[in-house]
């Protein structure tokens, strides 16, 4: 994925595009994806929607389009900036969608869905780092570099835990010296 989206939302009642922090008491704490970065509570009575769980409605009733991979291709196509935002007229955004995603469902997907496409890539790309695609070799080499970091971690575990239960029986030994010594 180009774009990591899982920890993204998009959030009932409240403009813009938040990243989620942690759940709390009474809602999700949130921080929004802008200059200022605030963090605020987002209720539990607003609708959180993960930006990894979305899709676009195509043609085939059976199959939609994610929307990590709606922005792939915007990104593919236009780089990280769009060329149109939600104050663009119907006929440009309509004719980006085409642009994008050519079978995308005209009936099902509204133009304010396609202005919310707009806006969300323009926050993402501004805010979220896109991420080149890794070669699946490239990918089993890292795998391979970081399993031998985790052996040597666990063996320090090990070390740390022998050297704990040690001090462990020398202050034992002591507080049995300790003992006798008062009795």
């Known amino acids: 994925m180009p774009y990591e ?3 993204l939302a998009a959030i009932s009642g ?3 595009l938040y990243r989620l922090v ?9 921080e929004s994806l802008d200059e200022k970065a605030t963090r605020t509570l987002a209720p539990a009575r607003n609708k959180v929607s993960l930006l990894s769980e ?13 929307l990590t991979e709606a922005f792939e291709r915007i990104y593919q196509k236009h780089g990280a900036s769009a060329p149109v935002t939600s104050k663009s007229s119907e006929t440009e ?20 869905d396609i202005k919310k ?13 896109y991420q080149e695609a890794v070669a699946p070799a490239a990918q089993e ?3 391979t570099e970081e399993a031998p970091k985790a052996k040597r971690k ?5 070390t740390d835990e022998s050297a704990e239960e040690a001090g462990t029986e020398e202050t034992d030994a002591t507080a049995k010296k300790s003992r006798k010594k008062a009795e």
């Open 5 to 7: 989206l899982q920890e």
């Open 93 to 112: 955004l309509t004719d980006f969608m085409a642009s994008v995603i050519p079978d995308y469902d005209r009936d099902r997907v509204y133009l304010s």
């Open 117 to 129: 496409l707009a806006s969300w890539f323009g926050i993402v790309s501004k805010h979220v780092p």
């Open 22 to 30: 942690r759940a709390a008491r009474h809602g999700v704490l949130v």
């Open 141 to 143: 080499a890292e795998a």
């Open 54 to 66: 979305i899709s676009i409605y195509t043609q085939d009733p059976e199959e939609t389009v994610p």
């Open 14 to 16: 409240m403009p813009g």
């Open 154 to 158: 666990s063996a320090k575990a090990d």
